[in-house]
């Protein structure tokens, strides 16, 4: 059984850090690993994903140069560091296993998610 662990949201001001992690267990596929973000009233949305058998990251355009996402395979953890955050990124972070890049209804397994809010 697949089972995915979100932790560190939190509420931070604008400018500030986070790092989310994401523990798994269960899991051993080699396609993408991603997370994304969702707030209320709007389409869950990709974030950032890594292709775990390269270890190759994609990330959106608001997010590049800000947000970088890696993957420790020996501790079982997907981490997304979060720098320079504004407002906008405030919202409910999940982490996703086994899909393709940003296609959110491709992934088979989920965690609960973190909510991280950023002040202005």
């Known amino acids: 059984q697949v089972q995915l662990v979100e932790s560190g949201g939190d509420s931070v001001q604008a400018g500030g850090s986070l790092r989310l992690s994401c523990v798994y267990s269960?899991?051993?596929?080699?396609?993408?690993m991603g997370w994304f973000r969702q707030v209320p009233g709007k389409e869950r949305e990709g974030v950032a994903a890594?292709?775990?058998?390269?270890?190759?990251?994609i990330y959106i355009n608001p997010v590049k140069g800000r947000f970088t996402v890696s993957q420790d395979k020996a501790k079982n953890t997907l981490y997304l560091e979060m720098n320079s955050l504004k407002p906008d990124d405030t919202a409910l972070y999940y982490c996703?296993?086994?899909?393709?890049?940003?296609?959110?209804?491709?992934?088979?397994?989920w965690g609960l998610g973190t909510q991280v809010t950023v002040s202005s």
């Open positions: 996703a296993a086994d899909g393709v890049g940003f296609a959110h209804w491709s992934y088979k397994y």
């Open positions: 269960g899991y051993a596929g080699d396609r993408y």
């Open positions: 890594i292709y775990t058998e390269s270890g190759l990251p």
